[in-house]
């Protein structure tokens, strides 16, 4: 019975270990039921499932428009109106 303590905070820890490997991810819950049923396996299970996705704040460069250059000239063809003075 004197390992039962350790066990519990151990297996606590792997808990909020799991659920802080994938927060980023909108997995906290599942990182931290991993960690906390299956221990340090439960963590290698959150770090493989950590690895195949791409974290909530990644910049996806696909859906954004390249800036444009301020220097560089409108075209002659571009209808550009100016307001009256």
Request: charged share 10%; hydrophobic share 45%; net charge positive.
């Amino acid at each position: 019975m004197e390992f039962v303590f350790p066990a519990v905070v151990l297996w606590a820890f792997c808990g909020v270990a799991g659920s802080a490997i994938l927060s980023n991810y909108n997995k906290a819950g599942i990182g931290f039921l991993l960690g906390f049923a299956l221990g340090p396996i439960g963590l290698l299970i959150a770090w493989t499932i950590r690895s195949t996705r791409k974290p909530k704040c990644c910049f996806n460069p696909q859906h954004s428009k390249p800036a444009q250059n301020p220097l560089q000239p409108v075209p002659r063809n571009a209808n550009v109106r100016f307001a009256p003075s």
